[in-house]
Structures are given as structure tokens and as C-alpha cells.
């Protein structure tokens, strides 16, 4: 497979390698495409996009190496040269306010941010990405689709989208790799995302791609390589560049997998999406996990557990996650969320919980409402996994009783665990969609 991907890209090679020598126009400069051309499947074969890869050598990305990469959109070679000490951490976000959903993976130097969460959650990105982008180089920046408590936090309260937003703040001067689902929601995502946060970085020498691009011609092999260990695979769902009813089942969906661990991430996939995936991606045939690797798997949807969620059981056989999270805010009125008041828009539900911890075991799955930000680890050999939370430091805590719950006493507890679960907000999903 790789050898023949090999042979089929040197062929390419020759006259798009001699149409860049004649034209002496560096393609990586012109190849973002228009913010008017998201979602257009027209493009995609655009010769100035297809030609990046054989010509990458001009792209300041990372290190050079032969191409190991399938993905005719993103980096050539590897994208990251491991230092000594580096190991793979994967933080998801104390969120605020509805849903919300915002997770860095960071290896060694390289970082890949996936959405933002919620407005009220910017004050905290920008922080949490201060603190952990040291080189000041975001490497991937991937929205998973246009729902506010995924894009909101991308503008604080200082620098406007027009002026990159809360990566700016973050003190950020550059994004290397963009990544969306190439639609479009109205002029409040319009706005603030792709003409406005988008198009700065573009701007500033990001490479931006959709999905649909990203596994073009690639459907089982649209691999970005980080390192020898560390990977990305986009996950081809059917539904990109295809607008749904519900636009979380337009979300970009991938598998970071480094070692023998793999963390799909899904962002607001239901059952269409998931679907999709299962039909694709078969785990005999053409597998994104190999058998035997440990699966960490973010619930879909904030742990949905309505009748069209994508946490359902036939989804937890495919992935036999050993490790799960869900991302969402603790939903508070007047100060503080009283558990025994239950909401429906409080997620995650208690059955979705249910079916992903039938799988991980109730003392593996675990959420940033109660934990705070969750911290997950790999040691340098791949060998070793832990989780654990920070403490809710933001947003609203929650009461037991009248009386508040300490974020300390909840700070490692799985969810299963908490006082929250145990005492009644914790409620299952009914139909329909919410
Ligand atoms: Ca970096
Ligand atoms: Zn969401
Ligand atoms: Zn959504």
C-alpha cells in the first residue's frame, strides 16, 4: 500500500515538480484555498493544491523526510523531530457555560489545539495555552464544526478575531496546520472564525484545509505523521462537504494514535457520523486501531445520550475504549448548580455514561465538569497511562444540599464517583435531539 502510494506520487512528481521550477511560485503560499471555496467539492483537484506535497521541501514545516505522509493536503514528512524527554499529554479543558469542548494534545514541542469551547471558556484557553504552547507555535488548529461552544472561546475579551483572536492573546505567532469541516453557520461562525480568526492565520502562513480535502483520494491512509510514533488519521465520515440537519454530524473526526494508544476524537458525531465510520472503517479490513491497542475515546457529543446520540453500544464495540472522558460545563443559575436540580441541557447523560463505562469500567471514565481540566499521559515509551483532573477553577461549582462541593475532593474522581453523580442531576437521555 505504501509502495504503491509511493510509486503513484514520484509519477505525479515530474511535471508538477516542473510546472513549480517554470512557474517559481511557491505553491504552499498560494494553495490556501478561499474562504468562498469551503465546503465546494469543485476545487478539491485544484493542480496548485495538489501539487503542494511534491514541492513541500519549501514549506518551513518540521523536519524533511521521505514521504511518509498519505494525505495529499497537510505536511510531507514528518512534522515533528522528537526531543529527549518528550511524551504525549492530552489535556480536555475545564469548560464554562452549555456543552463546551476544547482539548490540546501536546508532544514535546508540538501541539495540536481541537476547538475552544464557549465564549465564557476563552479566558481559560487563552491561559491554558499561554502556560503549554511555549514555542509560541501552534502546530494544528482543528475547529470540529460550526457550533458555538466549539468556536466561541477562539475571541476573549482582548485581541478581536480580525487579530487571531485568543491565540494572539496566548501569545501565539504562529499556526502551522488549519483544519475544518468547510462549513458554513451563519454570520456569527462567518464572522468570528472564517473571515475572521481563519483568515488571520491564513494570513500569517497557516495551511488551511477541510476535511473533505484532508481525505481526498485518502479515504484509509489521510495520515499526517507527527513523528515515527505519533500520528493523525482524518477519518473520512461520508458527510463532509455535505451539509446535515444537525451540523454535529458534519464534525471533523480523526484518531490521534501514539504508540499503541489511540484517542479517536469525534467532536459532536451522532449516529449519522458514527455510522459512517463504523460502515468505512472496518476493524478487519481497514482498521484506524489496531487490535491490541488501548482506546481513550471523548464521549461524542458531550456524552449525548439521546436516541440519535453516537454513544451507543454498537459504537463501544467497535472502539472498546479502555478510558473515556466527556467535555461539558456544569450548567449554573444564579451562582451554583444545585445537584438534585436536574437539566436536560446538562450533559453528560447517565446512559451514554453507562454504555461507554460498561466498557472502560466506572473507574476509568471521567469529566471535566467535576474533575476541572483533565490530564492524560503517556511516558516517553508509549508504555505507561494516567489520568487524573486539575480541580474546577472556573465557571460555577455545584451544591449538594445548599452546600457548595469542594473541587478538591472531586479533583481524581471518575465521574461514576462524584457527589454529582451519585445524588440526582444526573439524568438519562430521552429521543429526539438535544
Ligand atoms: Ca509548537
Ligand atoms: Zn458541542
Ligand atoms: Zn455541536
Sequence with gaps: MEKEFNRKTKWWLLPLLALFLASCVNPWGTSAPSSSNEGSSAELGSSSASSSPAVATSSSIGVSSSSSSASAYGPS????????????????????????????????????????GNPSSSGQVRDFLKEYVTDHELDVLLITHPHSDHFGGLVASGNRAEEGGVLTDAGIDKVDYIVDSGMTNGSQYDDCWIHGVREYWIAHGAQYCTAAQAVKDHLYDAVWKVTSDVSIQWLNTGTYGKKQSNLNNNSVCLNLRAGTYDFPMVGDAQDIEVDGIMNTYSRLLHPFIESGDTVVFKACHHGSGTADSGNSGAFMNYLEPS????????????GAQEASTPSTQQHPYRNAVRAIAAKTGDENFYWNGTNGTIDMSLSEDFEGFAIGGEGRKYGYGYNIGGVLVSPESERNAPLLSTEWATTGAFIDGG???L
Design 77 to 116: 514528512g514528518f512534522m515533528y523531530e522528537k526531543k529527549d524527554g518528550d511524551h504525549l499529554q492530552v489535556f480536555a479543558l475545564e469548560m464554562t457555560g452549555t456543552f463546551g469542548d476544547s482539548t490540546l494534545f501536546k508532544y514535546g514541542d508540538w501541539e495540536m489545539l481541537i476547538d475552544a
Design 323 to 334: 478510558y473515556g472522558w466527556a467535555s461539558s460545563g456544569i450548567i449554573a443559575n444564579n
Design 431 to 433: 429521543g429526539g435531539s
